[in-house]
């Protein structure tokens, strides 16, 4: 699975969108993008996946550049419960015998203010 | 749907002994995978079951075991205990043949002393 770089830490202000970049330079052609975040102390929660096309659904939108290259998750509006580490994960096609484990990162840690 | 639920949520061992984790899956889901993840790490991928077979396996010793039940729940076991395996344990399912989402379970937390 290919490689995934985030910035370490991000903050944001609460009601403001929440932009997450993503690098993923060498993702190959039947790899997906997944974003996972983590509340402290709790199990992981899957946020949205794509493989070429932009996805949206009821918690975020994901962007992926045309290359591929990069991505980057938006929360529209961002409250203090956003506040959690965020991971992307690049992943083979489950059908092409990637299997489905997920490779975590070290994430961002976004912090949401008032 | 209960989603996935894991048993103990905390547990206390003394090195050397064996532990002994659970799982059960979410509903309708036939795979089960297990993650270690230390403080400030990420998770990382210790194995994975489907059909009660073991199909995939991350960078950790033969220590740690599993097995998978006809119901598809699982169990993870970790054997001759050491200090450093003091983490959260967490259990992920999903469907083997489905480019979806895997669910998590909040985990358990063991500490070896």
């Known amino acids: 699975d290919a490689k995934t770089t985030q910035p370490t830490s991000m903050d944001c202000a609460e009601g403001r969108a929440a932009n997450l970049p993503c690098n993923h330079s060498?993702?190959?052609?039947?790899?997906?993008v997944y974003w996972y975040r983590q509340i402290h102390s709790q199990g992981p929660q899957y946020i949205i996946h794509g493989l070429k096309n932009n996805e949206t659904n009821e918690m975020a939108s994901l962007i992926i550049t045309e290359d591929r290259k990069s991505s980057t998750l938006i929360l529209p509006h961002a409250t203090l419960r956003d506040t959690a580490v965020y991971y992307c994960?690049?992943?083979?096609?489950?059908?092409?015998?990637?299997?489905?484990?997920?490779?975590f990162g070290t994430g961002t840690q976004l912090k949401v203010e008032l | 749907d209960a989603g996935v639920t894991q048993s103990p949520t905390h547990l206390i061992k003394t090195r050397g002994q064996q532990v002994t984790l659970r799982c059960s899956p979410k509903?309708?889901?036939?795979?089960v995978s297990w993650y270690q993840q230390a403080l400030g790490q990420g998770p990382q991928f210790i194995f994975q079951y489907y059909e009660e077979e073991e199909r995939q396996r991350g960078n950790f010793p033969d220590r740690f075991s599993g097995h998978q039940f006809p119901n598809y729940s699982s169990e993870l076991n970790v054997n001759a205990l050491l200090l450093g395996d003091s983490a959260l344990y967490l259990c992920a399912s999903s469907l083997v043949q489905r480019n979806t989402e895997a669910f998590f379970g909040q985990g358990t937390r063991l500490t070896v002393v």
């Open positions: 060498t993702i190959s052609g039947n790899e997906y």
């Open positions: 509903s309708g889901h036939d795979t």
């Open positions: 994960i690049v992943r083979a096609d489950i059908l092409t015998g990637g299997g489905n484990k997920l490779t």
